[in-house]
């Protein structure tokens, strides 16, 4: 078994690889907007790009933890979701209230998936 660390800093990785599977670390918004819309689909777009680069892509994720600082933000948070989903790929997935490292930030989302 190998495991391949992308980006290993000294607290974490930002994605490792072991057995086909690709775990990415908690990605967050690093837009200065304070609009859920908007840091929903920075981070979206930072998950893609991360993913590009473990050679996969949203199309193969399994699991979704989705962290919201303001459960009002729900709704317009899964618009952006629903949107940037291709059909049938759905991943498992929670969406849970937490207070964030930033006060800035409304959402950070963790994802796995598939190589």
Same mark, same amino acid.
């Given at each position: 078994?190998?495991?391949?660390?992308?980006?290993?800093?000294?607290?974490?990785?930002?994605?490792?690889?072991?057995?086909? $599977?690709?775990?990415?670390?908690?990605?967050?918004?690093?837009? &200065?907007?304070? &609009?859920?819309? $908007?840091?929903?689909?920075?981070?979206?777009?930072?998950?893609?790009? $991360? $993913?590009?680069?473990?050679?996969?892509?949203? +199309?193969?994720?399994? +699991?979704?933890?989705?962290?919201?600082? &303001?459960?009002?933000?729900?709704?317009?948070?899964?618009?952006?979701?629903?949107?940037?989903?291709?059909?049938?790929?759905?991943?498992?997935?929670?969406?849970?209230?937490?207070?964030?490292?930033?006060?800035?930030?409304?959402?950070?989302?963790?994802?796995?998936?598939?190589?």
């Amino acid at each position: 078994m190998s495991i391949q660390r992308i980006d290993p800093a000294s607290r974490y990785s930002e994605a490792v690889i072991v057995n086909g $599977l690709v775990f990415c670390a908690g990605m967050v918004p690093d837009t &200065d907007s304070n &609009d859920i819309t $908007l840091q929903t689909q920075n981070v979206l777009s930072q998950v893609d790009a $991360l $993913l590009a680069r473990c050679q996969s892509s949203k +199309d193969k994720l399994v +699991d979704t933890t989705i962290y919201l600082t &303001d459960f009002a933000d729900y709704a317009a948070m899964n618009a952006v979701w629903e949107q940037w989903l291709s059909p049938g790929c759905a991943p498992a997935r929670a969406t849970v209230a937490a207070k964030l490292a930033d006060p800035h930030w409304k959402i950070e989302i963790k994802i796995t998936a598939a190589q």
